[in-house]
């Protein structure tokens, strides 16, 4: 009888221990599931991380966006912004074709864009004053915001700046890459065609200025979308950690 009494209370004994280490158990899980589902706040970045990691990851951006286009063939070899005819010379474009004037066409074409590649240097110091200037607030609202939050920053702060940089950059370009000279003559050429309707403006210098810095917003985009969606386009820590939380902070 005694040793059925020992049984039974050992029994006992080992249900009461296994239900605690059970309950214990069951609260570890708890904890580890509510710690899991709360890391991506608790990583959440400083206010000094953010504006320090866009304006890293911006002036990344900035330095190969210029570097790219202001290369030689950095517009006239991007499909995304290599510059045409003017949409109002383009009939004559093709008037002048049909008349055997293709290598005339050809060099108005490379001047242009050469003219805009020469300009592209000077876009660095502009877009760098515009990120010492950005508040903490602009920073957190580029983070958080949509995949062009930080290139229409840009248009909205630089593009006044960047016109009055460009144009005697672009004037003094298409001057030296002869393209005031090749589209003065073809569109001379156009308007001395009989019985063509619309004559073309000879001055070419403020569609080149402005297709410029269009091409410059075009690459600048590019890069803010590398960097938001590839993380090998962040090689920095900070980098990582604050585009990290802004992927998580937009599911």
């Known amino acids: 009888m005694k040793k059925h009494t020992i049984l039974l209370s050992t029994v006992f004994t080992m249900l009461f221990l296994a239900g605690n280490i059970k309950q214990a158990q069951s609260q570890l899980l708890d904890k580890l599931l509510k710690k899991t589902t709360t890391s991506g706040t608790s990583n959440k970045p400083s206010d000094q991380e953010i504006s320090g990691g866009i304006k890293e990851a ?111 950059v ?36 403020n569609y080149v200025t402005q297709k410029a810095i269009s091409g410059l917003f075009t690459e600048i985009a590019r890069q803010e979308l590398q960097i938001r969606q590839n993380l090998s386009a962040r090689p920095t820590a900070l980098l990582q950690k604050v585009f990290g939380y802004a992927a998580q902070a937009k599911k």
């Open 58 to 168: 911006l002036q990344q951006g900035i330095i190969k966006s210029s570097d790219q286009l202001s290369a030689v063939n950095g517009f006239f070899n991007n499909a995304a912004v290599k510059i045409l005819f003017p949409p109002q010379a383009q009939k004559a474009e093709n008037t002048l074709r049909k008349l055997g004037l293709n290598k005339l066409c050809d060099n108005v074409i490379l001047s242009l864009n050469r003219a805009a590649e020469d300009a592209a240097k000077q876009a660095k110091p502009v877009f760098i004053s515009a990120l010492k200037q950005m508040s903490v607030k602009d920073a957190t609202s580029i983070l958080l915001g949509p995949s062009d939050a930080a290139t229409q920053y840009f248009k909205r702060t630089t593009t006044d700046s960047l016109a009055a940089k460009f144009r005697p």
């Open 170 to 205: 672009v004037h003094q370009s298409l001057d030296k890459v002869g393209a005031t000279q090749y589209y003065s003559q073809a569109a001379t050429a156009y308007n001395k065609v009989p019985f063509t309707s619309g004559k073309v403006d000879p001055d070419i210098e």
